[in-house]
């Protein structure tokens, strides 16, 4: 299942109901409801075919890497 990351949309998808490919930033399906761009990571196989699965996005303002622990 994807999910439409754009805040006012939060759409779902099955996978055969997106379109997935690379607009010049790696893999990504667009909303079909509200057109937003979501970024998709792709994996191979061993028997060749593809599996996408969704990457989800930190949100802005908060930063990726988890705080400092204070120390004793």
């Known amino acids: 299942m994807f ?3 754009n805040q ?3 759409a779902q998808w099955l996978p055969t109901e997106v ?3 690379n607009e010049g930033q790696g893999p990504l ?3 079909p409801l509200c057109g937003s761009r979501n970024p998709v990571m792709a994996s191979h196989r061993a028997d ?3 599996e996408y699965k ?3 996005r930190v949100p802005s303002g908060v ?3 988890p ?3 204070p120390r004793r």
């Open 48 to 50: 060749g075919t593809i």
């Open 8 to 10: 006012s949309c939060g």
């Open 19 to 21: 379109v997935i490919k």
């Open 54 to 56: 969704q990457r989800r």
């Open 3 to 5: 999910v439409c990351l």
């Open 63 to 65: 930063d990726a890497a």
């Open 67 to 69: 705080p400092d622990v």
């Open 29 to 31: 399906f667009r909303c």
